[in-house]
């Protein structure tokens, strides 16, 4: 495979409605997508840093910076070498420190193109074995519970088989009892964000009485040790997704006593190859894992419901059907059927842009040739 040229560009998506959660709101989904022409077939992804370093140090305009002046040309370094495939590329820039959700998106488009040569699906590639997987919905914060009971109620009648509540100092007791009580034996979620510190394990001991699935990340990523004091003092499991970036934090987390659960999010670990890692770390280890989502559209949302088939995720996840955020996609729309999402089966990632709706959508584009 021969990389010929790599397109970095910009889009803008319309929210549905405004997601607001503890550090910030969205209103527009702002993110920028990574295309690949190779001599065999083209590759598509979609990188999920942010526009502001507010889910993690990362955002848009320096992911696409490390992408221009380091990991595209280190992609055409193997080129030249004659050995261009996605799995040699995260060795070839595992001198580039950090910087795993721009790594994550050239090496996506990369395995698209590879797999579409190949004539292979993404979910075949990474082990998958189901056709179809559960769905959940995440319900951002909002200014009243009247509101949330609301769309918590659409949201389970769209056909939704698991809610996570979105909460922060000030949100999170009062909400979630409102939905426990107003919806009885649901299944059930917090995520926090890193919200709290360490002097709020009283307080968030409260919400062992509610029957939770699990309570996501509520520390700051960093404080590994702190969700490991946290999960001796609540009973609610403690599930990791800022702190977790490798397989290695994956396994040290666990070892520590710090989560009973993992969120796999394939742009903050660095690529589809190691979340199978750390998917696999986990089940080793007798861990439940779920795909947790980031506003993706149809282009990054097709590679999460692949992997997110494979055997060790057994938690419904933030695979959404495409109409939770937008009235109309870059891609084909995913639907929801008996809750669950179909798992894109066409070569590559299963999906392609729209060229009219991406031409609608794109704020700039920028290619990058020899």
């Not at 769309?151 to 389970?156: E, F, K, R």
């Not at 710090?258 to 670990?269: D, F, L, Q, S, T």
């Not at 696999?280 to 692949?306: F, H, Q, S, Y």
């Not at 070569?347 to 031409?359: K, Q, W």
Request: glycine content about 8%.
């Amino acid at each position: 495979m021969k990389l010929e040229a790599v397109e970095l560009r910009r889009v803008a998506l319309p929210l549905v409605s405004p997601f607001r959660t503890s550090f910030g709101v969205e209103t527009d989904h702002d993110c920028f997508l990574v295309h690949v022409v190779t001599d065999g077939a083209e590759g598509w992804s979609e990188c999920v840093a942010m526009e502001r370093p507010a889910y993690s140090s990362e955002y848009a305009d320096g992911a696409c910076d490390v992408l221009r002046r380091w990991l595209v040309p280190a992609a055409r370094g193997l080129s030249d070498a004659g050995t261009l495939a996605a799995e040699a590329f995260g060795p070839a820039v595992e001198w580039v420190k950090g910087h795993r959700m721009a790594k994550a998106a050239l090496e996506t488009a990369l395995l698209d193109a590879q797999l579409r040569i190949e004539g292979r699906s993404i979910a075949d590639r990474l082990g998958a074995v189901k056709d179809r997987v559960p769905t959940g919905v995440s319900v951002g914060i909002m200014d009243a519970v009247p509101a949330l009971l609301d769309a918590v109620a659409g949201y389970l009648d769209a056909g939704y088989l698991r809610i996570k509540l979105k909460i922060e100092p000030g949100w999170d007791v009062e909400p979630v009892r409102a939905v426990r009580e107003r919806f009885g034996d649901i299944l059930l979620q917090v995520d926090a964000n890193t919200a709290y510190t360490r002097h709020d394990t009283e307080h968030l001991a409260q919400l062992d009485a509610y029957d939770l699935l699990l309570i996501e990340q509520p520390l700051e990523e960093e404080d590994v040790p702190g969700h490991a004091l946290l999960a001796q003092r609540i009973s609610t499991p403690v599930c990791l997704d800022e702190s977790i970036v490798s397989a290695q934090a994956a396994r040290d987390a666990i070892l520590s006593g710090a989560c009973e659960i993992v969120n796999i999010k394939p742009g903050r670990v660095g690529g589809y190859l190691e979340s199978v890692r750390i998917h696999d770390v986990c089940r080793d280890l007798g861990k439940a894992v779920w795909c947790g989502g980031m506003l993706e559209t149809g282009i990054g949302r097709a590679p999460n419901l692949a992997l997110a088939a494979l055997p060790g995720f057994t938690l419904p996840g933030d695979t959404s059907a495409t109409a939770r955020y937008y009235h109309r996609d870059i891609t084909r729309e995913f639907v929801i059927e008996d809750g669950h999402v179909a798992v894109p089966t066409g070569p590559g990632i299963g999906v392609e842009p729209d060229p009219d709706v991406l031409a609608a959508v794109t704020v700039s584009s920028e290619w990058l040739r020899d």
